[in-house]
Structure formats: C-alpha cells, structure tokens
C-alpha cells in the first residue's frame, strides 16, 4: 500500500509569543517540523506534502527537497489545511498519514504500529491517542460503551462530561487517502472557532459506518503539541531525555544525564565518556574512547577515537586520533588538529591545521596557519595573522621550534626543522634548518638594582 503524508504546518503560533515561525523553534537543535518530516520519512513516506502559510518562504527553504508543498493562504482550520493538499494527493489510492508540525516527538516506530492496526482492521482512518491526567486544551476521543471511537470534540466544544474525557487527540492519522478528501468536502465549520476542523471528519466515517480506530500511545511525550513555551521546554526535556537513552544504550557513557545537551543529529561512537555540563550540537560526530566534559560544548565538529576535551569550545573543528585539548581551548571554524597533538590551556585556533605530533600547550593564538608534524609551539607563542587590513598565513615546517612568547608576523614561513628563539619577533621567512632570533640582546648593568632602589626611595622621602 502507498504512503503518504500531510504534514500541517502553515498557522503562525500566536502563542509562542515570538518572532519565529512556531514549526521553526528548535526542539535539540533541530526546528519541530524538522523532527516531524524525519519521522514521517523514517516511517517510509512515498510523497510528503507539507502545508505552509505563516512563514512559509523560511519553512520551505528549511525543508528544501524533502517534501512538496502547498499553500494554506488563510488558516481556516486543520481540515482546510489539509484539503489543500488535494491537488497534489487527491487522486492517489493509499493511506495518508495527517501529522501535525507541532508534535515533534511522535515517533516513526509508532505510525508503523498505528499503519499496521489501520490495515489489519481495514480502517479507514486510525487516530494516535494518548491519556493525559490533565487533558486541557487537547481534543478529546469520545468512545461509545463498545469502546468505538465515535467522534472527536475540540476543547472549546466540550460539555462538562466531555471535558472530563482523559484520552486525547494527539493530531496524528493514518487515514484512507481518498475517503479522506471525500469526507473533507462535507466539514463544516459550525463550532466554537468557526474553524473547519480536520478532527469532524471521524464523526463522519462512522455516519457512513466505517471502521474508526484508536491507537493509544504508552509514551505520552509523543502526544505533546507544542503551543507554547511551557510546552516547548517539556518537549526539549522529553527529547533529551530519549536521545541521551539511546546514547547510553548504544554504549556512551553519561555520568548525568540531566546536565548533557545531545542535539539529535550527534553520532557518538561505544565507551565514549561524557562529564557534565556538556553540550554537543549540529553535525557533531564523535568517535569510540573519547572523554568529553566536563563543560565542554561542540558544534559541528568531527572528532575520531580515544579524543580527550575539557571545559573547551570547539566549534566546526577536526580531532585527530588520541590528541587532548584543553582545559579552556577555543578551536575556532576551519580548525583541523590531527593525531597525537596537544592543544593546551588557554589556546585558540582558527582556521589552522596542526599535524600529527605536534603541540601548541598554553596561551597561544595560532590562526589562519599549516602547522607541519611534530611542532612544539612555545608558551605564550602566536601568529599575528591580522594588519587591520588582510588576513596572512603562516606556514610552519615539520619539527619546527617555535620558542615562547614568539610573534611570527604573516605572511611568514618557518622552514623544517627551524629553531626560533624564545621571545623573537619573525617577520622574515626562516629557512629550513636555521636558528632565528629576532630580539634585542641583553646588557646587565652590575649592581645597579640597589642603586635603583635607593634613588627611587631618595625621591619618595623628598631628598
Ligand atoms: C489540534 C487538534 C486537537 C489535538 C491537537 C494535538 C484540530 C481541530 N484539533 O488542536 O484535536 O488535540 O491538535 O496537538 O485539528 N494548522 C494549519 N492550518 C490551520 C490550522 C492549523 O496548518 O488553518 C497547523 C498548525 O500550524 C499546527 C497544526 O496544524 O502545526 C495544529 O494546529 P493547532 O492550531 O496547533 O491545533 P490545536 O488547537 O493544537
Ligand atoms: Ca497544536
């Protein structure tokens, strides 16, 4: 059977408060309606249509080529929201999965259970339910004495004993994709909010004694709408919470849980250790036997096997193999350090490549540089990479010294092997092999310290 899916995503969420779109605010790292269109996907979607309206040029550009869209110009309703898909699904034969872009934890493994009870039964629609203590602000799933799903009533639509109904509608549907756009056609939107609701078309199948079905859910994080902020922190922490799960059943070691920030695209490879208080976001990839934390956040960042990070900011960087940074190391974009380095306390590298080997241990700035094997950079040692002006590159040969306190001034290089004194200030290349010094040499005046102390005292007494 084909499937397909309607994802709802065009009303503007006036109850976020916000500038942002309400599918566009991130739910770990990730905008709602991009955990949406993932489940749908996962859960084999053939044609994906997403309904936009508020926003709708940001939430295509964010979607892109995953799915076809249709325009809701005026929100009129979810079931007018999804008639608007009709022009693109209308004439298909299949099951059409309705999801809204604001319940972001429903999980694909759950529409493969509700499409399985949804052709076993020969349903023509299946609703995702969950039991809420408090159900306010949910619709609710009404059940005749058989326990039949009869019809669906909106919140604002509720009589009392209606209101006291725990199970509600979580917004998700697996429904008879041409039934769908028939009973669509007969909503109306006589109701508390003048709205043509998607939900009124239950009531109808069962008019026209078709089977209805409900799947309830056990995890009730699936069931969250994302309305407002409230809701949105409980759905971050719910996400968490499942993500850093499937971590530690995966093998990564979480020393607490509730302290680690784990965006949902993270790969991390077994009997990696994680302290608290860290944060990794985008596309970060970690290899196996690494140590990160505590205080450590990654964005984006690629780092390989037995890596070990503390409390260090590294972001669109390249790890190498065993290598340490930190503590307090910023790896600025275009970092790459490779196998067996150290990147000590207090330095920062941008836009350098520091090969196998080499070491940069303390208060440097190494930026916009080609630092070759085995190189030890000098306490205190930097590239002056800027001139106001332009950004130069230095280039450091492989078993280079580089002293303490050294200032090589771009465009530089510093040839294989090159020994720079401590303290020098290079703005000449150094050849492969040479010894460079570049400071002002020392004269020592003999006893001249007391004789420096008296005068200095002599003037303070006023003599
Ligand atoms: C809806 C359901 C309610 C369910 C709840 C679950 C209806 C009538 N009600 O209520 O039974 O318990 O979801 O979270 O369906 N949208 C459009 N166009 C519109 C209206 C809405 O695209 O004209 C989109 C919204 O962007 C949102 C989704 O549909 O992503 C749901 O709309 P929302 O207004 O949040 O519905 P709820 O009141 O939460
Ligand atoms: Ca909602």
Same mark, same amino acid.
């Given at each position: 059977?084909?499937i397909?899916?309607?994802?709802?995503?065009?009303?503007?969420?006036?109850?976020?408060?916000?500038?942002?779109?309400?599918?566009?605010?991130?739910?770990?790292?990730?905008?709602?309606?991009?955990?949406?269109?993932?489940?749908?996907?996962?859960?084999?979607?053939?044609?994906?249509?997403?309904?936009?309206?508020?926003g709708?040029?940001?939430?295509?550009?964010?979607?892109?080529?995953?799915?076809?869209?249709?325009?809701?110009?005026?929100?009129?309703?979810?079931?007018?929201?999804?008639?608007?898909?009709?022009?693109?699904?209308?004439?298909?034969?299949?099951?059409?999965?309705?999801?809204?872009?604001?319940?972001?934890?429903?999980?694909?493994?759950?529409?493969?259970?509700?499409?399985?009870?949804?052709?076993?039964?020969?349903?023509?629609?299946?609703?995702?339910?969950?039991?809420?203590?408090?159900?306010?602000?949910?619709?609710?799933?009404?059940?005749?004495?058989?326990?039949?799903?009869?019809?669906?009533?909106?919140?604002?639509?509720?009589?009392?004993?209606?209101a006291?109904?725990?199970?509600?509608?979580?917004?998700?549907?697996?429904?008879?994709?041409?039934?769908?756009?028939?009973?669509l056609?007969r909503?109306?939107? /006589?109701?508390?909010?003048?709205?043509?609701?998607?939900?009124?078309?239950?009531?109808?199948?069962?008019?026209?004694?078709?089977?209805?079905?409900?799947?309830?859910?056990?995890?009730?994080?699936?069931?969250?709408?994302?309305?407002?902020?409230?809701?949105?922190?409980?759905?971050?922490?719910?996400?968490?919470?499942?993500?850093?799960?499937?971590?530690?059943?995966?093998?990564?070691?979480?020393?607490?849980?509730?302290?680690?920030?784990?965006?949902?695209?993270?790969?991390?490879g077994?009997?990696?250790?994680?302290?608290?208080?860290?944060?990794?976001?985008?596309?970060?990839?970690?290899?196996?036997?690494?140590?990160?934390?505590?205080?450590?956040?990654?964005?984006?960042?690629?780092?390989?096997?037995?890596?070990?990070?503390?409390?260090s900011?590294?972001?669109?960087?390249?790890?190498?193999?065993?290598?340490?940074?930190?503590?307090?190391?910023y790896?600025?974009?275009?970092?790459?350090?490779?196998?067996?380095?150290?990147?000590? /306390?207090?330095?920062?590298?941008?836009?350098?490549?520091?090969?196998?080997?080499?070491?940069?241990?303390?208060?440097?700035?190494?930026? /916009?540089?080609?630092?070759?094997?085995?190189?030890?950079?000098?306490?205190?040692?930097?590239?002056?990479?800027?001139?106001?002006?332009?950004?130069?590159?230095?280039?450091?040969?492989d078993?280079?010294?580089?002293?303490?306190?050294?200032?090589?001034?771009?465009?530089?290089?510093?040839?294989?092997?090159?020994?720079?004194?401590?303290?020098?200030?290079?703005?000449?290349?150094?050849?492969?092999?040479?010894?460079?010094?570049?400071?002002?040499r020392?004269?020592?005046?003999?006893?001249?310290?007391?004789?420096?102390?008296?005068?200095a005292?002599?003037?303070?007494?006023?003599?």
């Amino acid at each position: 059977m084909k499937i397909m899916s309607i994802v709802l995503a065009a009303g503007q969420g006036k109850r976020m408060k916000s500038k942002q779109y309400k599918v566009l605010h991130p739910v770990c790292g990730k905008p709602m309606v991009g955990h949406v269109l993932d489940t749908v996907i996962q859960a084999k979607s053939e044609k994906t249509v997403v309904v936009v309206g508020h926003g709708a040029e940001q939430v295509q550009a964010f979607i892109g080529q995953q799915a076809q869209f249709v325009k809701q110009e005026q929100q009129l309703g979810t079931g007018h929201a999804v008639q608007q898909a009709e022009g693109l699904l209308g004439l298909e034969e299949g099951i059409t999965i309705v999801i809204c872009g604001d319940t972001p934890l429903v999980q694909a493994s759950t529409i493969e259970q509700m499409l399985k009870l949804h052709q076993e039964s020969g349903a023509v629609a299946t609703i995702l339910t969950a039991l809420f203590e408090n159900p306010t602000g949910y619709g609710r799933i009404i059940r005749n004495e058989a326990g039949i799903v009869e019809r669906i009533v909106e919140q604002k639509d509720c009589s009392d004993a209606e209101a006291e109904v725990q199970e509600i509608n979580t917004g998700t549907y697996c429904f008879d994709n041409k039934k769908l756009f028939e009973a669509l056609s007969r909503v109306t939107n /006589d109701n508390a909010q003048g709205e043509f609701y998607l939900t009124d078309v239950i009531e109808l199948f069962r008019q026209d004694q078709e089977v209805v079905q409900g799947y309830c859910t056990s995890d009730i994080a699936e069931a969250i709408g994302v309305n407002d902020r409230v809701a949105l922190a409980e759905a971050e922490q719910y996400m968490r919470t499942r993500i850093n799960r499937q971590h530690l059943v995966n093998g990564v070691t979480i020393i607490d849980p509730a302290s680690t920030y784990i965006e949902s695209d993270v790969v991390i490879g077994a009997d990696t250790m994680i302290y608290p208080g860290t944060v990794l976001r985008g596309k970060t990839t970690i290899g196996e036997d690494c140590i990160l934390g505590p205080q450590t956040d990654l964005s984006n960042c690629s780092i390989h096997n037995g890596v070990t990070i503390k409390h260090s900011v590294l972001d669109h960087a390249e790890v190498g193999d065993e290598s340490s940074i930190g503590p307090y190391a910023y790896l600025r974009p275009g970092t790459k350090v490779g196998k067996h380095c150290k990147v000590g /306390d207090f330095v920062e590298l941008k836009n350098a490549i520091l090969d196998d080997g080499s070491k940069v241990s303390h208060l440097s700035y190494v930026g /916009d540089a080609e630092v070759g094997k085995e190189v030890n950079i000098g306490c205190g040692a930097i590239t002056v990479n800027y001139d106001g002006f332009n950004k130069s590159k230095t280039v450091i040969g492989d078993h280079a010294f580089i002293g303490s306190n050294v200032n090589l001034v771009a465009p530089v290089n510093v040839g294989q092997g090159a020994y720079v004194v401590a303290g020098s200030t290079i703005t000449r290349d150094v050849p492969a092999g040479d010894l460079a010094i570049a400071r002002q040499r020392q004269e020592n005046k003999p006893e001249y310290a007391e004789k420096i102390r008296a005068r200095a005292k002599a003037k303070k007494d006023g003599k």
